[in-house]
């Protein structure tokens, strides 16, 4: 079954944080969620639950059968001493123990590959949300949380279906089976243990009640465990440089530390329900004993009734127990699934209008006519910006740090959407057209290369996934890679390292650029490409980005004047507003100017994003 998703991107603005849930909820709320869980997949998997149920019905049925076959091996084989009968007894015995085997075998398989089957579906389900969550979303979220929590929680869909079928295909319908064997055989005995069923109902309900609110913080504790340690191993050399070792090891010890009190506290709740369940059980079985016992001595009745009641009810313990156990296990089941579609029903907002049209780009002109954005409620980062970029040549940025440079980045893709104003391609305001084919017109160099999982030829061909190798060996020439990238184990084969991490930075920019040049998009983006590297990376990083911007519209933000000095036009920024326009030489001889000012400090951290922040890590 294909998943989709739309094509929109979550308002961000909207951002709230899950609410804590009650204590006391409504308990409507778990046939809810147990009600959409069916409603989403039952259909999917109708044929094979109905086998799987078949043979859940045939464990529960040879589990009565064994307990009414106990009066006769009892009264025929032991009391009568029917030696005839032998054959007959031992066969049917064989029989029930064959047909349970092979039914428990075949259910427990299909269960599992159904089981197996809902986890990559709601992985599948999840992953493609995510990706279709705007960048604003991601500013609010913890990502490395947000894959353990996901991880976590995805096997909560199966668990509840598995538990409710198994619940009532198998241990319903056995407990059903082995009372009425009960029932049949002696009535009275039958009330004598049927006497402790209420106490254990109100047991559960109690304990049920009250894991809800520990299963959540206790999930939510795991996440934030995982996280903390993703997040450790990815950024261990700033661990390492910083000697961060000890705080992160306090931090997080404290966080283990309270998961497991949590842990402990849900354990020593939850796992009352089998003291309380063995005590009645034992209390029931004394007195059926006791009773039975009696009317054998006293009453000459043959024993054989009372084994055989006696074997169902110690054969009915198992499943009785597990009811007793279902609404505690469905609890934490609910909550972890309850996680998960707080992440899949997240409002999304940002969709394309309808009727949007893919954009048709014919020379590539970017203007931004008094535009205005805000991250928060606050006040906004972009004032009412105005500039034109003009096709085929190089527009540079620059400004302080906070002024909006990467903001007109991150608004020229449509990461977010603008308060008021526009900002049109070719005369095309690119809120009426779709964001793909925005974005695939598009070409983006950032300060942070990012390298995916995989080879590095895989990673130059997320330019464009139907690029050839001929295209993708040309596009590293031209990024200035070919040669470290031959020089390589594998060649275009060689697998990368976690973001590339055995790669120099400069060589990770030039894989960049040459995803950039694979693109081969007629707008292309550099966002303080070349701030990171050294002066002698950036000489090569800064021939292979000559390369990449010839032919194209280029907006540059950048503060080192190797980028900015070419320009053709420089674009300077300033709380959010345009306030200089011009080429280098003519800015520079503006001595009361900004740009003038910026350029006589000589100190690239005055035109730089401080710290390699963005605009949305300093307003978000």
């Known amino acids: 079954m294909s998943i989709r998703a739309r094509e929109d991107d979550y308002d961000w603005k909207s951002v709230k944080k899950p609410q804590q849930k009650p204590k006391n909820v409504d308990t409507g709320r778990l046939f809810r969620v147990m009600r959409r869980i069916f409603a989403e997949n039952a259909r999917e998997y109708i044929g094979t639950y109905t086998v799987a149920v078949i043979c859940l019905l045939f464990v529960a049925a040879t589990t009565a059968g064994l307990a009414w076959i106990m009066r006769d091996v009892i009264d025929q084989l032991f009391v009568r001493q029917r030696g005839d009968l032998i054959f007959a007894i031992s066969a049917t015995i064989l029989a029930i123990f064959t047909i349970r085997s092979v039914a428990m075998y075949v259910q427990a398989v299909l269960l599992a590959r159904v089981s197996n089957d809902l986890i990559a579906r709601y992985q599948k389900r999840i992953f493609a949300k995510l990706l279709k969550l705007g960048v604003g979303y991601y500013n609010e979220a913890r990502s490395a949380q947000l894959a353990a929590r996901v991880n976590?929680?995805?096997?909560?869909?199966?668990?509840?279906?598995?538990?409710?079928?198994?619940?009532?295909?198998?241990?319903?319908?056995?407990?059903?089976?082995?009372?009425?064997?009960?029932?049949?055989?002696?009535?009275?005995?039958?009330?004598?243990?049927?006497?402790?069923?209420?106490?254990?109902?109100?047991?559960v309900a109690t304990i049920s009640q009250r894991t809800r609110s520990i299963v959540r913080e206790t999930v939510e504790l795991g996440a934030r465990v995982t996280g903390t340690m993703q997040e450790t191993v990815q950024g261990i050399t700033v661990v390492k440089a910083f000697t961060m070792e000890d705080q992160l090891a306090d931090k997080l010890s404290v966080t283990i530390d309270e998961k497991r009190d949590k842990s402990n506290k849900l354990a020593e709740i939850s796992q009352r329900i089998n003291p309380a369940a063995e005590l009645l059980s034992g209390l029931a079985?004394?007195?059926?004993?006791?009773?039975?016992?009696?009317?054998?001595?006293?009453?000459q009745q043959p024993p054989g009734a009372m084994?055989?009641?006696?074997?169902?009810?110690?054969?009915a313990y198992d499943p009785a127990r597990r009811l007793a156990s279902l609404r505690v296990n469905l609890e934490r089941a609910i909550v972890n699934a309850e996680m998960i579609?707080?992440?899949?029903?997240?409002?999304?907002?940002?969709?394309?209008?309808?009727?949007?049209?893919?954009?048709?780009?014919?020379?590539?002109?970017?203007?931004?006519?008094?535009?205005?954005f805000s991250y928060t409620q606050n006040a906004p980062v972009l004032n009412g910006m105005s500039f034109m970029a003009p096709a085929n040549q190089t527009t540079a940025?620059?400004?302080?740090?906070?002024?909006?440079?990467?903001?007109?980045?991150?608004?020229?893709?449509?990461?977010y959407d603008v308060d008021s104003g526009t900002i049109t391609i070719d005369g095309t305001n690119i809120a009426d057209v779709t964001k793909r084919?925005?974005?695939?017109?598009?070409?983006?160099?950032?300060?942070?290369?990012?390298?995916?999982?995989?080879?590095?030829?895989?990673?130059?061909?997320?330019g464009r996934p139907d690029a050839t190798q001929e295209e993708i060996e040309e596009a590293a020439r031209l990024a200035n890679a070919f040669d470290f990238i031959k020089a390589a184990p594998d060649g275009f084969d060689t697998p990368l390292g976690e973001n590339g991490m055995t790669?120099?930075?400069?060589?990770?920019?030039?894989?960049?650029?040459?995803?950039?040049?694979?693109?081969?998009?007629?707008?292309?983006?550099?966002?303080?490409?070349?701030?990171?590297?050294?002066?002698?990376?950036?000489?090569?990083?800064?021939?292979?980005?000559?390369?990449?911007?010839?032919?194209?519209t280029t907006i540059v933000v950048a503060h080192r004047l190797s980028t900015i000095v070419n320009a053709h036009q420089i674009v300077v920024v300033d709380n959010g507003l345009v306030?200089?326009?011009?080429?280098?030489?003519?800015?520079?001889?503006?001595?009361?100017?900004?740009?003038?000012?910026?350029?006589?400090?000589?100190?690239?951290?005055?035109?730089?994003?401080?710290?390699?922040?963005?605009?949305?890590?300093?307003?978000?």
Do not use: C, W
């Not at 006791?290 to 009453?299: E, K, T």
């Not at 001889?589 to 710290?611: C, F, I, T």
């Open 152 to 203: 976590t929680n995805t096997n909560a869909i199966s668990s509840v279906m598995s538990l409710t079928l198994t619940s009532f295909a198998r241990d319903f319908v056995s407990l059903i089976g082995l009372l009425a064997v009960m029932v049949i055989q002696d009535p009275v005995m039958s009330l004598i243990s049927f006497a402790v069923a209420p106490v254990l109902v109100l047991a």
């Open 285 to 299: 079985i004394v007195g059926v004993i006791s009773y039975g016992g009696y009317r054998a001595i006293f009453d």
């Open 307 to 315: 084994f055989a009641f006696i074997t169902a009810l110690l054969l």
């Open 341 to 372: 579609y707080e992440i899949l029903d997240m409002p999304i907002q940002q969709s394309d209008k309808p009727g949007a049209v893919d954009i048709q780009i014919d020379k590539g002109t970017v203007h931004f006519d008094n535009v205005v």
């Open 397 to 415: 940025v620059v400004g302080p740090s906070g002024s909006g440079k990467t903001t007109v980045i991150a608004l020229l893709q449509r990461m």
């Open 437 to 462: 084919s925005l974005r695939t017109q598009i070409a983006l160099v950032s300060q942070q290369p990012y390298l995916f999982e995989g080879s590095i030829g895989d990673n130059i061909r997320y």
């Open 503 to 552: 790669l120099s930075g400069g060589q990770r920019q030039r894989l960049s650029i040459a995803r950039a040049i694979v693109r081969d998009a007629p707008i292309l983006l550099l966002d303080e490409a070349t701030s990171a590297l050294d002066n002698e990376s950036e000489k090569v990083v800064q021939a292979a980005l000559d390369n990449v911007m010839a032919g194209r």
């Open 579 to 620: 306030v200089e326009t011009g080429t280098h030489d003519k800015l520079a001889g503006k001595p009361d100017g900004l740009y003038a000012r910026l350029n006589a400090l000589g100190q690239s951290a005055h035109l730089a994003v401080e710290g390699g922040k963005t605009e949305a890590q300093d307003h978000g």
